[in-house]
Nanobody, 116 residues
């Protein structure tokens, strides 16, 4: 069982910055973030593999940066969000794909609200 602990999020004005973090226990392959705005489907924001390869949604390229810190039994992923826009308002969910299993684990979600 993998447990994810998210932190960060909150309310910020347009143009501001926030940083989300998510810590996962165990041997983790890929981690990333999805988001879901009211009335919309959940969408991928960014992911990072164990090898450091990153993928970003077109809507956040150049503004968001995902990074990863691999400790002994804990992997922490960060999402630095700059130049935030009102359309970035959503609940952000961290996920982790552990090694040796196809099960994906999700964090509890954290609210990001960007005011105009």
């Amino acid at each position: 069982q993998v447990q994810l602990v998210e932190s960060g999020g909150g309310l910020v004005q347009a143009g501001g910055s926030l940083r989300l973090s998510c810590a996962a226990s165990g041997s983790i392959n890929t981690m990333g973030w999805h988001r879901q705005a009211p009335g919309k489907q959940r969408e991928l924001v960014a992911l990072i593999t164990s090898g450091g390869r990153t993928v970003y949604a077109d809507s956040v390229k150049g503004r968001f940066t995902i990074s990863r810190d691999n400790a002994k039994n804990t992997v922490t992923v960060y999402l630095q969000m700059n130049s935030l826009k009102p359309e970035d308002t959503a609940v952000y969910y961290c996920y982790a794909d552990p090694d040796f299993t196809i099960t994906r684990y999700w964090g509890q979600g954290t609210q990001v609200t960007v005011s105009s």
